[in-house]
């Protein structure tokens, strides 16, 4: 069990059943000519949260545990992009036009790409959301239950809007939230302070907030306790066939484990794996 000194209280967590999940780090939100500057806000404060989230990335890589990106895109015809999202207030471009990185929050264009120094590593999800939360109409949820994950680490933009929402849908499935405090940026530094106070308010009420320093210290302390920090293919091919509830044969099971040491990602294996259709159900919006 790794321990994070966290607030409201200690954030306990146990590796095997922990993802890192990543939130809209995309050119459209950080980026000048993107989605979040069309609205008017002042993108500046968001590259505080870049370095952070790289070294959260890093501690999960190194580890081998699940990372977990999500991206707020819609598809090119806007079939799921409600009227009322695109239509409200009065940014200088809407969702779907184009501006200088491609047509604004549209798949596939240069600004829904993730910023460079977040990029997904080969082998990592990235989860294409329509909506604020990540699990409305997305297979996050089904991929979750397929890991095995019970915990949630939380990095990316913006704090109080698609952070804070899939901490809130995370936090209303049963998985215990923390959010890394200097890995998170909000267009409005007030709101990002009163979000992380919502969040562990009335004893945790969404979750746990932590500064990065803390949780490194943890999983430091953790390493050094534990039997060893080389990497292991064969407990984490054990461990996968726990969570997904099969038996590797015998002639596989070398197979397995070398493609697993060699990419050390446990996790890209379990996630190859075909999911069965239970995307919640989304919408279909007339464009
Ligand atoms: C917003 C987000 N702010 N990723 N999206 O529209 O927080």
């Not at 959260?56 to 999500?70: A, C, M, Q, S």
């Not at 803390?214 to 060893?228: H, L, N, P, Q, V």
Request: aromatic letters at 8%; glycine letters at 8%; hydrophobic letters at 40%.
């Amino acid at each position: 069990m790794v321990r994070v000194d966290a607030a409201p209280f200690a954030f306990e967590f146990e590796p095997e059943h922990t993802a890192l999940i990543v939130i809209d780090m995309q050119r459209d939100f950080i980026e000048p000519g993107g989605f979040g500057e069309t609205l008017g806000n002042d993108i500046s404060h968001m590259e505080r949260a870049i370095g952070p989230t790289r070294q959260l990335l890093d501690l999960f890589r190194k580890k081998g545990w699940p990372v977990i990106h999500t991206r707020e895109t819609h598809a090119e015809d806007l079939s799921d992009c409600p009227p009322a999202k695109r239509e409200r207030g009065t940014p200088s471009l809407r969702i779907g036009d184009s501006g200088p990185m491609g047509r604004i929050l549209i798949r596939g264009e240069p600004g829904a790409e993730i910023i460079s120094a977040c990029a997904p590593a080969p082998g990592e999800t990235v989860i294409d959301k329509p909506g604020k939360g990540a699990f409305y109409a997305t297979d996050l949820g089904a991929l979750l239950e397929r890991l095995g994950v019970r915990s949630l680490v939380f990095a990316g933009v913006t704090t109080e809007v698609c952070v804070q929402t899939t901490m809130r849908e995370a936090n209303d499935r049963g998985y215990e939230c923390l959010l890394i405090e200097e890995a998170t940026e909000s267009y409005f530094p007030e709101f990002k302070a009163a979000t992380l106070k919502m969040i562990r308010a009335q004893g945790g009420i969404v979750g746990w907030t932590a500064p990065l320093a803390s949780f490194e210290k943890a999983i430091s302390a953790w390493t050094g306790e534990s039997m060893s920090t080389e990497f292991d293919a064969k407990s984490h091919v054990a461990h996968m066939e726990k969570v997904m509830g099969l038996t590797i044969e015998e002639d596989w099971r070398p197979v397995v484990e070398a493609h697993i040491a060699a990419t050390q990602n446990a996790a890209e294996f379990v996630l190859s794996f075909p999911l069965e259709d239970d995307v919640e159900a989304a919408p279909v919006f007339e464009a």
